[in-house]
């Protein structure tokens, strides 16, 4: 199994250009979470999806998009980039089992640079 | 919402010497506690977790306790090694939510 993928793994944008990251998982997971990690703030939710077609905002949304329209895959959009979006993106999974307390399974992140 | 504090920020220790770090949240329905490891330029790993159940729990030369009333939850690493040099993140969530809220982390390097 390839846990979970991320793609791109670098990019770099101009002010204003428009981009989709892409997060895979092949472990049957129905919960899926995008974080943005930046020095001195830990990782951020951004939004989440508690499976197939929903999706749910996190803590810091504004400025981002995403969809799930396949079980395992869960996009992240950036409709009109800004120098604030500079960050690593992480990806992140976890199963269902109903009353139980699921650990997240990360992807490796991608490094995103808005000039 | 929930506000997990993580302290220190930055830790250094001597190779075989203990580290220790320490998180307070603040919701009280808070009942999971994990701790992730972050090795550099790769995601996060789970290395153990604390249900709000138990007070201690431990693994190896890890272990993490959890002070329910007091709001807060330490992880204990024990004989350090260089390769525990990382990230450290505490987190805390609900069950229901699936959602977790993380510290800020706290990067521990351990000078051989």
């Known amino acids: 199994n390839a846990g979970v993928t991320q793609t791109p793994k670098f990019r770099v944008l101009k002010t204003g250009q428009s981009m989709t990251l892409l997060c895979a998982q092949d472990?049957?997971?129905?919960?899926m979470y995008w974080y943005r990690q930046d020095p001195g703030m830990g990782l951020r939710l951004i939004h989440y999806?508690?499976?197939?077609?929903?999706?749910a905002k996190g803590e810091v949304p504004d400025g981002y998009n995403v969809s799930r329209l396949k079980k395992q895959n869960f996009l992240l959009g950036l409709e009109s980039a800004a120098p604030s979006q500079t960050s690593v993106y992480f990806c992140a999974s976890s199963y269902s089992t109903g009353r139980a307390y699921n650990e997240q399974f990360f992807g490796p992140g991608t490094r995103l640079t808005v000039l | 919402g929930e506000n997990v504090e993580q302290h220190p920020s930055t830790l250094s220790v001597q190779e075989g010497d203990s580290a220790v770090i320490k998180c307070t949240y603040s919701d009280s329905a808070s009942n999971y506690f994990p701790w992730y490891k972050q090795e550099l330029g790769k995601g996060p790993q789970l290395i153990i977790d604390i249900r709000s159940n138990v007070g201690e729990k431990k693994d190896q030369r890890i272990a993490v306790t959890l002070n329910k009333t007091a709001k807060h939850f330490s992880l204990h690493i024990t004989e350090t090694q260089p390769e525990d040099s990382a990230v450290y993140f505490c987190?805390?969530?609900?069950?229901?939510?699936?959602?977790?809220?993380f510290g800020i982390g706290t990067k521990l390097q351990v000078i051989p």
């Open positions: 999806s508690v499976g197939e077609g929903t999706t």
């Open positions: 472990m049957n997971h129905e919960y």
């Open positions: 987190a805390a969530s609900n069950w229901g939510y699936q959602k977790v809220t």
